[in-house]
């Protein structure tokens, strides 16, 4: 049988992919009440803006958003677990509900994709989302001990962990290390991954996306895409990109060195533009779509999608732009020592 790994290498050879776009905007299109998220559940917090826990409570609703991405045009959609850790829940009291989340949102989707499936025999592909939770390993958040930690390295591992064996149980095809601001917490994460898909015994390969800060074009921990890339090549990801961060056009310069820099697949997925001053998106679908024509003239991805403020219109414009476009071919680089601090350090053989 021909693994997601194959299949997604090979589909991304003869085009350009699509993933799917913003879950926070669409749930919000919902106007739902705090009563719809906590469900019948028996919990003491305010539930409100629990996004994962519809999964639970409220499925039908996911199940119809990852539907709505499907026929938009989308090829991979990501689960609706991005908060779904033990320290995420923690703020809402449902630290208990984490095994339960990542299984039925994985399954949530991955019935809306054999059903998509079904309907045109295009395969469809499921990616686990892991976010890169509200703690740091890398900064203090004491201006006043710059060597405090909330948190250290193996209890996070921990926390990871348990949401990776989740993931996979469910029938993740892929495990998304997403919106990655600070590159130790990716470390830790692709760690946890790689340890949970050897337990697994399946081949999951991994995803990994990072977000900028500011338009320098470093993370919150101060790395640059490149050095960020060395930090993380030896994952042996079956993607590297951005997502969220900008826009398509501010991304654009630094998707343009990472994909000169990285001999694997590309996956980008911008927001909708900057948020105006009431925190909303306003970039049109067709403009969104246009700005990432301009990423295709130069070949610069093998799959793109859409982050904050992108709608199901959004990645059906997306589709249309990208029907007829080469995708990116991935370089081949040669050897050298490459290291990373802040900056990259290349040490020529």
């Given amino acids: 049988m021909t693994s997601a790994r194959e299949q997604l290498q090979k589909l991304a050879a003869e085009r350009i992919l699509v993933f799917d776009g913003g879950y926070g905007t669409a749930i919000q299109n919902y106007r739902l009440g705090e009563e719809d998220y906590r469900g019948s559940l028996d919990l003491t917090d305010d539930q409100k803006g629990n996004n994962d826990l519809l999964s639970l409570t409220r499925p039908d609703i996911i199940e119809a958003i990852h539907t709505a991405y499907l026929?938009?045009?989308?090829?991979?959609?990501e689960t609706n677990t991005f908060s779904s850790t033990e320290i995420s829940q923690a703020d809402y009291g449902c630290e208990h509900l984490v095994r339960e989340l990542n299984v039925k949102s994985a399954e949530i989707?991955?019935?809306a994709c054999d059903k998509a499936e079904a309907r045109d025999g295009r395969p469809r592909f499921v990616a686990g989302s892991i976010g890169p939770t509200n703690k740091t390993l890398s900064l203090s958040p004491d201006v006043?001990?710059?060597?405090?930690?909330?948190?250290?390295?193996?209890?996070?591992?921990?926390?990871?962990?348990?949401?990776?064996?989740?993931?996979?149980?469910?029938?993740?095809d892929f495990l998304l290390i997403e919106t990655i601001f600070d590159t130790l917490n990716a470390k830790c994460a692709g760690m946890a991954a790689m340890e949970a898909?050897?337990?697994?015994?399946?081949?999951?390969?991994?995803?990994?996306?990072?977000?900028?800060?500011?338009?320098?074009?470093?993370?919150?921990?101060?790395?640059?895409?490149?050095?960020f890339w060395h930090a993380v090549r030896h994952l042996k990801p079956l993607t590297i990109g951005l997502n969220c961060s900008?826009?398509?056009?501010?991304?654009r310069p630094h998707l343009a060195m990472l994909s000169k820099e990285a001999d694997t697949l590309i996956m980008?997925?911008?927001n909708a533009g900057l948020p105006n001053d009431l925190g909303e998106y306003d970039e049109m679908p067709q403009e969104t779509a246009e700005l990432i024509g301009d990423w295709l003239k130069d070949g610069?991805?093998?799959i793109v999608g859409g982050c904050c403020g992108t709608t199901p219109e959004h990645i059906a414009a997306i589709a249309r732009a990208?029907?007829?476009?080469?995708?990116?071919?991935?370089?081949?680089?040669?050897?050298?020592?490459?290291?990373?601090?802040l900056e990259p350090f290349n040490m020529a053989a």
């Fill in 300 to 302: 610069l991805v093998n």
């Fill in 246 to 251: 900008f826009g398509a056009d501010q991304l």
């Fill in 322 to 341: 990208v029907a007829d476009q080469e995708p990116r071919k991935i370089p081949s680089i040669s050897v050298h020592t490459r290291l990373s601090g």
């Fill in 144 to 172: 006043n001990d710059p060597g405090f930690r909330e948190i250290d390295y193996d209890f996070l591992k921990g926390v990871y962990r348990a949401q990776c064996d989740a993931l996979l149980e469910g029938g993740v």
């Fill in 109 to 111: 989707a991955r019935a």
């Fill in 71 to 77: 026929e938009a045009g989308a090829d991979i959609v």
């Fill in 197 to 227: 898909v050897e337990a697994s015994g399946r081949d999951v390969p991994l995803m990994i996306s990072m977000t900028l800060t500011d338009l320098s074009g470093r993370n919150l921990s101060g790395h640059t895409v490149e050095a």
């Fill in 268 to 270: 980008a997925y911008p």
